[in-house]
């Protein structure tokens, strides 16, 4: 049997990219002190002695685009705003269940509308002002203003009156930021008031766009008050050093109210966008952990993992709540044609893409992943299917590719990147006979291309992204990602039925109902009008050094603080 064009054009591929699993690691940097240079074998030797700090190498395909709490939003950004800066609740890395940080307790009112956070008095800045109830209340207002354009401030709408305020548009219009329903009671206790009840909002509140940010070294440092030498922060670790592209160094931070009980004293953050590079640097002992970010290990790489038998009892696998998918510019020809959208959906073949291009997690037609509460199941969307895709293309004018002009993907570029680029542009080479330009580019150069303020002419007509839950409900998956107001609503979609129904489920109080409207919304944005296409959940596949214990969260950043460096 004739193997597709696509199929055998990524199989080179893997193999080009396997061959070169046995180049030479380049020589990892030198450490700063001489208790650090000792190999993974004397590090570990020396996680008991208080002579010898205890040092962790780690590493990410992308350096962060932002370490400002209140303007993160991608993964590669919150995982080290975690390790600095402390939320309300924080989600257990290994349970995910919601438990205290800042807030020792709390409480709902009956109707469901106020939450009222009890903090914790002995948490400190780094600088040793005390934390308080004010620096939330400030947080959240600058999250929440226009004008600071937090691409985050969404996940923030079930507060009172903050998407009215942050869809404010100014200079034109004004708002009254003291009519947004957050408010420090006293330095110790702060309340919110919602719009309407939400379960979730425990959830919300462990998120990093409302932690508590020093408001007095943004004020005197601006834009730079995130840098190394001017930052502020609370939580267990303190960035020391960043070399853009490179690395960046943490280390435990002394004001950290639970100081005594972090094991780790530095933790030094490798940029490395070859994972193969990535590979051999963790076979030769110069990195501790790899593949524990957004990005999973590349196929060639897992497979050679799976036959060695050191490197697979250090394999660790399982679920995460994400979800990846071709973006559509629904405002830009040809993809203003939503048969055009479908048409590109269904020729994806998802099954083969999860088991031979990615190597791990499941295949996807909806957005939000089985775990999720109102997460359809069986699933809903589109499905694979070659000749529906033809059927699609050729109803929307262009039978069998004939007069379909050339488009692009964009995307970031990493190893296994390249390689789902590549086999997408095959597939719908094979499939629908149209072209397809790949335009790879570098992690946050080209989420700010794909931001819903980019001009369209500007736009790709098909671009990557994906989604990490922060929490286990679709209120935000299809409501907080894809609303057609209340969200960045990348794919620019207008205003429907779907949306209506999102945000009238996140206020919808019987829990049956709405799993019933969730089930509605993904079948009419995913397969209906086909806003994106998603085609993999994906799973974690992360390789840590055996005399390192930790979680493996499905939901939660990671939490460096927790994870313990033993003898072997």
């Known amino acids: 049997m004739r193997k597709p064009l696509w199929y055998v054009l990524v199989l080179a591929l893997v193999l080009v990219l396997a061959a070169g699993c046995t180049a030479a690691a380049p020589a990892?940097?030198?450490?700063?002190a001489a208790g650090a240079e000792a190999g993974a074998t004397e590090q570990a030797a020396d996680a008991s002695s208080s002579a010898s700090p205890v040092m962790v190498r780690v590493s990410t395909v992308s350096e962060p685009s932002t370490l400002d709490p209140n303007l993160a939003q991608d993964s590669y950004s919150i995982t080290p705003i975690e390790q600095m800066f402390l939320g309300l609740t924080n989600l257990n890395n290994e349970t995910g269940a919601v438990e205290p940080e800042l807030a020792e307790s709390w409480t709902v009112s009956d109707d469901g509308l106020t939450w009222t956070f009890n903090m914790r008095k002995d948490a400190v800045w780094s600088d040793g002002k005390p934390v308080t109830a004010k620096d939330v209340e400030y947080s959240v207002k600058r999250a929440v203003k226009p004008e600071t354009a937090s691409p985050y401030a969404y996940v923030l709408y079930s507060i009172k009156n903050a998407a009215a305020i942050n869809q404010t548009a100014v200079p034109t219009d004004t708002y009254d930021i003291d009519s947004l329903g957050v408010k420090a009671l006293d330095d110790y206790t702060v309340q919110f008031t919602l719009e309407a009840p939400a379960s979730y909002f425990e959830s919300i509140s462990s998120l990093w766009t409302l932690r508590p940010v020093p408001s007095w070294a943004i004020e005197q440092f601006g834009d730079a008050w995130t840098d190394p030498e001017n930052i502020v922060v609370n939580g267990p670790y303190l960035i020391k050093e960043w070399r853009p592209s490179?690395?960046?160094?943490?280390?435990?931070?002394?004001?950290?109210?639970?100081?005594?009980?972090?094991?780790?004293?530095?933790?030094?953050?490798?940029?490395?966008?070859?994972?193969?590079?990535e590979l051999a640097l963790y076979e030769s002992g110069d990195l501790d952990v790899i593949g524990d970010g957004a990005t999973s290990l590349p196929i060639e790489a897992l497979t050679r993992i799976r036959e060695d038998s050191t490197l697979s009892a250090e394999l660790h696998v399982g679920p995460r709540a994400a979800t990846t998918y071709v973006g559509f510019t629904m405002t830009k020809p040809p993809f203003d044609n939503v048969l055009v959208r479908k048409a590109f959906s269904a020729a994806i073949d998802r099954e083969t893409m999860v088991r031979d291009v990615v190597g791990s997690g499941?295949?996807?037609?909806?957005?939000?992943?089985?775990?999720?509460?109102?997460?359809?199941?069986?699933?809903?969307g589109i499905a694979s299917d070659p000749e529906q895709a033809k059927a699609w293309l050729a109803e929307a004018g262009y039978p069998d590719g004939a007069g379909f002009p050339q488009v692009t993907y964009r995307y970031f570029s990493n190893t296994l990147e390249d390689a789902i680029a590549q086999a997408l542009q095959a597939m719908w080479s094979e499939t629908l006979n149209v072209n397809v330009e790949l335009e790879p580019m570098e992690f946050p150069a080209f989420l700010a291309s794909t931001a819903p303020s980019v001009p369209v002419e500007e736009m790709p007509e098909m671009w990557r992204l994906g989604w990490t839950g922060d929490y286990p409900d679709e209120n935000n998956f299809v409501y907080e990602v894809f609303h057609c107001t209340d969200s960045e609503n990348r794919p620019r979609a207008e205003c429907t039925q779907a949306d209506e129904l999102a945000k009238a489920a996140g206020h919808e109080t019987d829990q049956a109902k709405r799993v019933e409207m969730y089930n509605q919304v993904e079948q009419l944005m995913f397969g209906d009008e086909v806003r994106v296409a998603p085609y993999y959940h994906r799973g974690f596949t992360t390789l840590t050094k055996p005399y390192i214990q930790r979680a493996y969260p499905t939901f939660a950043p990671v939490n460096w603080d927790t994870w313990k460096v033993t003898e072997h």
């Open 246 to 277: 490179e690395l960046l160094v943490f280390e435990k931070n002394p004001s950290y109210y639970n100081a005594a009980n972090v094991q780790i004293d530095r933790v030094e953050l490798n940029v490395i966008t070859d994972q193969n590079t």
């Open 362 to 380: 499941v295949p996807a037609t909806q957005f939000a992943p089985k775990g999720v509460f109102g997460a359809p199941d069986p699933e809903v």
């Open 28 to 32: 990892p940097a030198a450490a700063p």
